[in-house]
């Protein structure tokens, strides 16, 4: 099946700090790539869809001059949480589409842990 | 917004019984997916549902696409303790331009006691 990896797995950053996650469809091209987050014992929350080569399109509430997004490539998409606060700690998880009418795969997550 | 209701939010259970969760929604969904999410990992697809009425099997997972679209559920047969996780129903409903944005339950704790 196809494969999303992420990187890195987890990370622990100082407050105020900057911190880009890497999301990667291995053996697949995807138009789109989304960004969620998930605190613990919670659902996954949408935080934003990308379609490579456009502008992100951010959720209700999600800053996005906070969380930057770049999809530059079809298999490649970032995200970059700026100036981090210890509320931004969080699991952080992207999924790709490979076409349109099948489900998205998810990366493994990573862990952000701000100090 | 749209919202799931999952049920029950967790589950303790002897390994070899049979486990059934739901989810329902107040909108019509046009695919319904169950996801199970290990401890510090991503969810994995169990199943997808693309039509109303559907039923499908993975291995001992059957699931079932409500007739009218605004519920799913979810068994497991004869449970064993790597079934320990948390499963997620997921519906997607198609609205233009919205490039397959899924909306997520609140999930299930499934505990498999030996």
């Known amino acids: 099946g196809a494969v999303v990896s992420q990187h890195p797995s987890w990370v622990i950053c100082k407050s105020g700090t900057s911190v880009k996650i890497e999301c990667r469809s291995l053996d697949f091209q995807a138009t789109t790539m989304f960004w969620y987050r998930q605190f613990p014992k919670q659902s996954l929350m949408l935080m934003a869809t990308s379609n490579e080569g456009s502008k992100a399109t951010y959720e209700q509430g999600v800053e996005k001059d906070k969380f930057l997004i770049n999809h530059a490539s079809l298999t490649l998409s970032t995200l970059t949480v700026t100036s981090a606060h210890p509320e931004d700690s969080s699991f952080y998880i992207c999924s790709a589409r490979e076409f349109d009418g099948r489900p998205p795969y998810f990366g493994p997550g990573t862990r952000l842990t701000v100090t | 917004g749209q919202q799931l209701n999952q049920s029950p939010q967790s589950m303790f259970i002897q390994e070899g019984e049979d486990v059934s969760m739901n989810c329902t929604s107040s909108?019509?969904?046009?695919?319904w997916l169950w996801y199970k999410q290990d401890p510090g990992e991503g969810p994995v697809l169990l199943i997808a549902l693309y039509k109303a009425g559907e039923l499908t099997s993975n291995g001992r997972l059957t699931a079932q696409f409500g007739i009218t679209r605004k519920d799913s559920f979810l068994n497991i047969s004869a449970s064993i303790p790597s079934d320990v996780g948390i499963y997620f129903c997921a519906g997607r409903s198609r609205i233009r331009g919205s490039n397959y944005k899924l909306t997520f339950g609140k999930g299930t704790l499934l505990t498999v006691n030996p």
């Open positions: 909108s019509i969904f046009n695919t």
